[in-house]
């Protein structure tokens, strides 16, 4: 299986982008992993800006990919539920999960619909930034569960 993270602007802050680099190597030892940083739109405000930035994220979506959005409107997986669905795709012979963080503006109802899951990582408001930090983190616990390994413990 691969997994393709999405999501659209660039890490800024140097210290979130080493946590992402970390996790991101880390999930190596078990599963191809790849960071799609897309281009924010900046100019456009409101519907124009999510619709740009929704097209340019269902673009990067390949043929086949089970999509996950981040949404806070979406259903809690608890670390364990997580590591559950990863074996429940693993065992499926699934190809590609993308799990996908929107813009700032959130993303078009579009792109809502056509993922197949919505996960709120946490009723907490948390930046763009420390939310790819905690999907990448999640996603290494989920194989650490998966494998028996200590560190979710």
């Known amino acids: 299986m691969r997994l393709r993270l999405i999501w659209?602007?660039?890490?800024?802050?140097?210290?979130?982008?080493?946590?992402?680099?970390?996790y991101a190597k880390r999930l190596t030892r078990f599963v191809?992993?790849?960071?799609?940083?897309?281009?924010?739109?900046?100019?456009?405000v409101?519907?124009?800006?999510?619709?740009?930035d929704s097209r340019r994220i269902s673009d990067a979506l390949h043929e086949g990919t089970i999509t996950?959005?981040?949404d806070p409107d979406g259903v809690?997986?608890?670390?364990?539920?997580l590591a559950e669905q990863v074996r429940r795709w693993n065992n499926a012979g699934t190809r590609e999960v993308s799990f996908v963080i929107g813009g700032?503006?959130?993303?078009?109802?579009?792109?809502?619909k056509k993922a197949e899951h919505r996960w709120s990582m946490s009723r907490l408001t948390l930046t763009h930034e420390m939310a790819r930090v905690l999907l990448l983190?999640?996603?290494?616990?989920?194989?650490?569960?998966?494998?028996?390994?200590?560190?979710q413990k």
């Open 8 to 22: 659209t602007g660039k890490t800024k802050d140097e210290r979130l982008r080493s946590l992402c680099d970390d």
């Open 32 to 44: 191809k992993c790849e960071v799609v940083e897309l281009r924010e739109s900046k100019g456009d």
């Open 46 to 52: 409101g519907l124009a800006g999510i619709e740009k």
């Open 68 to 70: 996950v959005l981040l």
């Open 76 to 81: 809690q997986w608890s670390s364990t539920d």
């Open 104 to 112: 700032p503006q959130g993303v078009s109802e579009t792109l809502v």
């Open 137 to 151: 983190e999640q996603i290494y616990r989920a194989y650490t569960i998966i494998h028996g390994l200590p560190y």
